[in-house]
């Protein structure tokens, strides 16, 4: 679906909530946890930005919908839903949806997460054009998906494990591999931005740099028990089964375990590299 179908649908879903609640909009959103001018602007249909991770969970939990309907993935209200398989492709990443609902879900559990590149949420708007001029993506749509990453972390409880190779760091400062048009003013802004964000974030934030020569990991993310989604394109392979949920994140631990740049010293080792 378009992002402007999605948001439409949603604002349609989160209206039928208010007309059989019975209540005005002041004690909709009261009970939600947001005030009414928030509300009216959700329902306004002015802007196709989802809600914040938070609110979505309020009206889930409040009016006893389930996210996957709240969010459109599913014409099923109930909590339940329908029984997902063990495993799924889910392709089309041009929207936000199936993120903010798999973020929603893990709220209260760890998140693990192995990047491609350099982190969604720790990206500036340079970098992020500049990679998506490179697979013609809207750069708009990535820095909205940045600026959601970015949000969930700042909010109280998040909790979220990263990591990735220290050459992926190196081949930026330097300009080498894919950075080799990216302008060194850019790349120095990039990291002093993400020294900025690793400092502000910890410790519910935290990332660690592994010895890329001695492990290798594909792009992914563990989202808590409930999923493992794996990067591998323009789609994720989602596995959904404890056993599989259970390896991915032995998995991520032992990239931990082999980490020659820990979550403390992170901020510091970015400060630190040179650009060239």
Request: glycine share 6%.
């Given at each position: 679906?378009?992002?402007?179908?999605?948001?439409?649908?949603?604002?349609?879903?989160?209206?039928?909530?208010?007309?059989?609640?019975?209540?005005?909009?002041?004690?909709?959103?009261?009970?939600?946890?947001?005030?009414?001018?928030?509300?009216?602007?959700?329902?306004?249909?002015?802007?196709?930005?989802?809600?914040?991770?938070?609110?979505?969970?309020?009206?889930?939990?409040?009016?006893?919908?389930?996210?996957?309907?709240?969010?459109?993935?599913?014409?099923?209200?109930?909590?339940?839903?329908?029984?997902?398989?063990?495993?799924?492709?889910?392709?089309?990443?041009?929207?936000?949806?199936?993120?903010?609902?798999w973020?929603?879900?893990?709220?209260?559990?760890?998140?693990?997460?192995?990047?491609?590149?350099?982190?969604?949420?720790?990206?500036?708007?340079?970098?992020?054009?500049?990679?998506?001029?490179?697979?013609?993506?809207?750069?708009?749509?990535?820095?909205?998906?940045?600026?959601?990453?970015?949000?969930?972390?700042?909010?109280?409880?998040?909790?979220?494990?990263?990591?990735?190779?220290?050459?992926?760091?190196?081949d930026f400062?330097?300009?080498?591999?894919?950075?080799?048009?990216?302008?060194?003013?850019?790349?120095?802004?990039?990291?002093?931005?993400?020294?900025?964000?690793?400092?502000?974030?910890?410790?519910?934030?935290?990332?660690?740099?592994?010895?890329?020569?001695?492990?290798?990991?594909?792009?992914?993310?563990?989202?808590?028990?409930?999923?493992?989604a794996?990067?591998?394109?323009?789609?994720?392979?989602?596995?959904?089964?404890?056993?599989?949920?259970?390896?991915?994140?032995?998995?991520?631990d032992?990239?931990?375990?082999?980490?020659?740049?820990?979550?403390?010293?992170?901020?510091?080792?970015?400060?630190?590299?040179?650009?060239?």
């Open positions: 679906m378009d992002k402007r179908d999605l948001s439409r649908l949603f604002q349609e879903r989160v209206k039928s909530l208010l007309a059989r609640s019975g209540d005005n909009q002041s004690s909709f959103a009261a009970s939600v946890g947001i005030d009414r001018s928030a509300l009216s602007q959700l329902l306004s249909g002015q802007s196709t930005r989802l809600p914040r991770v938070e609110t979505l969970l309020n009206i889930a939990e409040r009016y006893a919908v389930s996210l996957d309907w709240l969010l459109g993935l599913s014409q099923d209200e109930g909590i339940t839903g329908e029984l997902r398989p063990s495993l799924e492709i889910e392709q089309g990443f041009d929207n936000q949806t199936l993120l903010v609902k973020h929603a879900e893990a709220t209260g559990t760890k998140i693990r997460y192995v990047p491609a590149r350099i982190p969604d949420l720790l990206r500036t708007q340079d970098v992020i054009a500049y990679e998506t001029s490179m697979v013609h993506r809207d750069p708009a749509t990535q820095m909205s998906e940045t600026a959601f990453r970015l949000d969930y972390n700042r909010q109280p409880g998040t909790d979220m494990e990263v990591c990735m190779p220290f050459q992926t760091l190196e400062a330097t300009g080498c591999s894919i950075w080799g048009n990216l302008p060194r003013k850019s790349r120095a802004e990039q990291l002093q931005h993400m020294a900025s964000l690793l400092d502000e974030l910890y410790p519910s934030f935290r990332l660690y740099l592994f010895d890329g020569r001695e492990r290798y990991s594909v792009p992914y993310t563990v989202f808590g028990p409930y999923r493992a794996i990067f591998v394109g323009e789609m994720y392979l989602v596995l959904y089964t404890t056993e599989a949920v259970l390896t991915m994140q032995r998995h991520f032992g990239l931990i375990r082999m980490a020659k740049v820990n979550a403390h010293e992170v901020a510091s080792y970015v400060s630190s590299l040179k650009v060239v």
